[in-house]
């Protein structure tokens, strides 16, 4: 199963010392720039609004009344908080070791594109197809050599098909991948050229007449619309590897 890493972003009210603007002061202690930022960059479509930065001064200086509430009142004193800062503690640790790790080997625009070109080599073609499903295989004989006369397979379909509901768009199934449909139908289809009527065909269902009717290659968006995509499953992949290397020096016990 694939790791899922949190980000951690935005920590409510941080105290941050130093050279920093301060924007405001709460009983002594800063409230600045930086903090407001970060509040600002963990929400971008808010930061875009007018007054975004008046309002997230005004939370964080909340944040800050209820830290002091807190510690007047000894909570983080408490046994609760104690584990919660620990497990958030945690979680920011081993989110740096993830941002340090990638830093040091990000992804490449050459592995981006070698794996977009991948995509577009093992893309799947698309087949549409229509199907008349009767329950022998004398039948679909029958009705195979109908069709060979009068050269309407949808008449026949909505005449014979037992699967009324394709039946009654004269057997129009849509576009299928091979993945999608019965094993014996896909390497049925899958091996037609576009208009060829194929010998019957079995499932658990019945027995199947299958037409070509087009094939195409599935559609695929363009790198630009998948780049993100592509680096954030890279990415995730260098993880998955840099944890990999991790496990093997570590010693673990599970009792």
Known sequence: MRLQWILIVGLMAAPLHGFAETLATVNGVPVTREVVNTELKSNPAFANQPGAEKVALEKMIAG?????????????????????????????????AV????????????EIQARYDGFIKNNPIQYHIRHIMVK?????????????????FAEQARQHSIDTESGKQGGDLGWFIPDQAAKSLADTFSKMEKGEISQPVQTQNGWHLVELVESQ??????????????????ASKRIEKFVGELHKKAKISRP
């Open 217 to 234: 290659p599935s559609k695929l968006p363009s790198l630009q619309q998948t780049r993100e995509a592509i680096a954030k499953e890279l």
């Open 136 to 152: 022998t295989e004398a039948e679909a004989k029958d009705i195979r050599n109908a069709i060979k006369n009068s050269n309407d």
């Open 64 to 96: 800050e009344l209820l830290v002091q509430e807190a510690r007047k009142q000894k909570l983080d004193r408490s046994r609760e908080v104690k584990q919660e800062l620990e497990n958030v503690t945690r979680k920011i640790l081993a989110n740096a």
């Open 99 to 110: 941002n340090r790790y990638l830093s040091e080997h990000p992804v490449s625009e050459e």
